[in-house]
């Protein structure tokens, strides 16, 4: 069974920085693509980030280029999302999700297996 268990979040003031990971079980992240969604209330979930099936190229939406870095540890089978800069608009449940697609792809139907969120809150 494939699991996706992401921390990390918490309360932060505007212009501080947070860490998620999110730690995979029942798969291995050769050839596929790891993504980071958000979705606020009222809205429909966003993609944040992506790193290719290959592992060779990350990819951001333009509201988080320059602040937001995807990285994997492939032997702790673990994907993380560094935040910096936070804005109160970052604020949102964030999900990881796995892929088997080829490529990136920020759209949420691509990707096959997903976290059960972690709760960020960006206060001004």
């Known amino acids: 069974e494939v699991q996706l268990v992401e921390s990390g979040g918490g309360l932060v003031q505007a212009g501080g920085s947070l860490r998620l990971s999110c730690a995979a079980s029942g798969l291995s992240f050769d050839g596929y693509g790891v993504g980071w969604f958000r979705q606020a209330p009222g809205k429909e979930r966003e993609g944040v980030s992506c790193l290719s099936s290959s592992h060779g190229a990350t990819y951001y939406s333009d509201s988080v280029t320059g602040r937001f870095t995807i990285s994997t540890d492939d032997a702790k089978m673990t994907v993380y999302l560094q935040m910096n800069s936070l804005k109160p608009e970052d604020t949102a449940v964030y999900f990881c999700?796995?892929?088997?697609?080829?490529?990136?792809?920020?759209?949420?139907?691509?990707?096959?297996?997903w976290g059960q969120g972690t709760q960020v809150t960006v206060s001004s």
């Open positions: 999700a796995v892929g088997a697609f080829a490529g990136w792809t920020l759209r949420p139907y691509d990707y096959d297996f």
